[in-house]
C-alpha cells in the first residue's frame, strides 16, 4: 500500500479496458491495474492500515462538495436547499470548490494537506436502489453482475490464503480485518469466508465469549460442527488479542460527544496504537437517505444534512488528531463512501432524490492532499431526471488505495 502515490495511479472514467481475474470481470483496469496486481500477488510486507467509512443511505456530495465556479447553476437548481454562497467554506489554493459550513474539521485537515477530495466517483450504468447499489460498492462488481464476496475480502484472501485454517501464526496473529459493529459487511466477504469480524467494545467483546466443549461426532453435521468450533476457538484467541492492544492505550484524545461515528473511530485508533496488525477496519454511519427536510427551511446550512455533515468531519478530525498525538497517523490512510449520491434537482420536500456520482474524501498524513477531477458541470435548467455524471470509477480509488 504505497499511499505517498495515491490517486496517481488512478484511472478517468473513460479507460474501461477488462482484465479478467478467476473469471470475474474487473473493468476500469489494465492488466497491470494495482488492484489486480494486488490480487494475483504475493503477502505483503506492511504495517500499514486502511479505514473505510460507510455513510449509509446516499450521501448528496453537491451540498458536501459544492462547486462554486459554477454556483449560478447550481443555485437555480436547488433554490430550496442550496449552501448560500457567503457561507461555504474555502480552501486553500482554490477558488472553484468549498465544503458545506458544517464541515470545519475537514477543512482544516484539507488545509493542513491531509485530504484529498476526488471528484464524481461512480460507475456506469449506475443502479438507484440502495441495497444493489450498496452491494455494487461492496463486492466491486459491474452493474450486472452479481458477485458473493467483497472487493476487501478477495484481496485479503490472497494475501492470508487458507483461512481461517492455521491462523493465527507467525505470519498473521491477529485479525486481518475488523468492522466495529454488531455485522461484517460483506466488504470483507473472501471467496469462501467472512475475512473480518466485527466487535462493538474491545473488552465486552472478550468478556462475551466462552470455551467449547467435547468432541464432535464424525458426521456429515459434525463436520460443520468442527468447523464452526474452529472459528469459535479462533475467535476467542483473536478476543484476547483486541483486549490487551486495547489496554495497551489507556489515554487517548478527546472525541465529540454523542458522535457514534467518532467512537467507532476512537476504537480503531487505540487498536492501531495496541500493535494489532490487522489491516483494514470499517466503520459506518447512516441517516443519509434525504428525501425530504434535508434542510432548515428558514436556514439552508442547518438541518439533517447539516447534522450529518458535522457527524463526518468532527468525527474525522478527532480521530486524526488522535492518530497524531499518538505517533501512528503515518500508517493509516482512510476514505469514505457511499452507495450513491443525490440528483442534481432538488425536490419539492426540502430534500434530494437518489442520484448517481458524488465525491469521495480520502484522508491521511501520507496522502496527497487536494481536488482530484473536476467540478460537476451542473446544466442552466437542471431536471428531476438529471444525475452527476461520473469522473472517476470507484474500483479506481480502491485500487490506487491497494498499490
Known amino acids: 500500500m504505497q499511499r505517498r502515490n495515491f490517486l496517481k495511479q488512478a484511472l478517468p472514467a473513460s479507460i474501461t479496458m477488462p482484465a479478467l481475474l478467476n473469471g470475474l470481470s474487473v473493468k476500469a483496469f489494465t492488466a497491470q491495474s494495482p488492484l489486480v496486481q494486488a490480487l494475483m500477488g504475493t503477502t505483503t510486507e506492511t504495517d500499514k492500515v486502511l479505514v473505510l467509512v460507510q455513510l449509509n443511505g446516499g450521501n448528496d456530495g453537491l451540498n458536501m462538495v459544492i462547486p462554486i465556479e459554477f454556483y449560478g447553476n447550481y443555485f437555480n437548481a436547488r433554490q430550496n436547499i442550496a449552501i448560500p454562497q457567503n457561507k461555504v467554506l474555502a480552501l486553500n489554493g482554490t477558488a472553484k470548490t468549498g465544503l ?81 459493529g454488531s455485522v461484517t459487511s460483506v466488504t470483507l466477504q473472501g471467496p469462501s469466508v467472512n475475512m473480518g469480524m466485527s466487535i462493538s467494545d474491545p473488552t465486552g467483546f472478550y468478556n462475551f465469549l466462552d470455551g467449547v466443549e467435547d468432541p464432535v461426532p464424525e458426521t456429515p453435521w459434525g463436520k460443520e460442527l468442527k468447523y464452526i468450533r474452529l472459528v469459535t476457538e479462533q475467535t476467542q484467541i483473536y478476543s484476547a488479542v483486541i483486549r490487551d492492544a486495547a489496554a495497551r492505550v489507556p489515554v487517548q484524545g478527546s472525541y465529540p460527544g454523542t458522535n457514534s461515528l467518532g467512537d467507532q473511530l476512537k476504537i480503531v485508533a487505540r487498536l492501531v496504537k495496541g500493535g ?55 500508517r493509516v490512510i482512510g476514505m469514505t463512501f457511499s452507495e450513491f449520491g443525490r440528483r442534481v434537482k432538488s425536490n419539492s420536500s426540502l430534500g434530494t432524490d437518489h442520484g448517481a456520482a458524488a465525491p469521495v474524501f480520502v484522508f491521511g498524513k501520507n496522502v496527497r492532499s487536494g481536488i482530484t477531477g473536476n467540478n460537476p458541470a451542473i446544466p442552466v435548467t437542471a431536471s428531476v431526471n438529471d444525475n452527476i455524471p461520473f469522473q472517476y470509477d470507484f474500483r479506481s480509488i480502491y485500487a490506487s488505495i491497494l498499490k
Open 100 to 180: 458545506h459550513p458544517a464541515m470545519t474539521g475537514l477543512q482544516t485537515l484539507y488545509n493542513e494537506g491531509k485530504l484529498n477530495i476526488v471528484q464524481a466517483v461512480g460507475y456506469p450504468t449506475p443502479n438507484f436502489s440502495h441495497f444493489r447499489a450498496t452491494d455494487i460498492w461492496m463486492t466491486a462488481s459491474d452493474t450486472d453482475q452479481v458477485l458473493n464476496s467483497g472487493w476487501a475480502g478477495r484481496y485479503l484472501g490472497v494475501e492470508y490464503p487458507n483461512f481461517p485454517n492455521g491462523y493465527p501464526n507467525t505470519q498473521m496473529s491477529d485479525p486481518v480485518a475488523i468492522q466495529i
Open 276 to 330: 494489532l496488525k490487522t489491516r483494514i477496519y470499517m466503520v459506518s454511519t447512516g441517516g443519509f437517505d434525504t428525501h425530504a427536510s434535508q434542510v432548515n427551511s428558514t436556514d439552508t446550512t442547518t438541518g439533517t444534512h447539516a447534522v450529518l455533515m458535522q457527524r463526518v468531519s468532527d468525527a474525522i478530525k478527532a480521530f486524526m488528531d488522535d492518530l497524531k498525538g499518538l505517533g501512528v497517523d503515518d
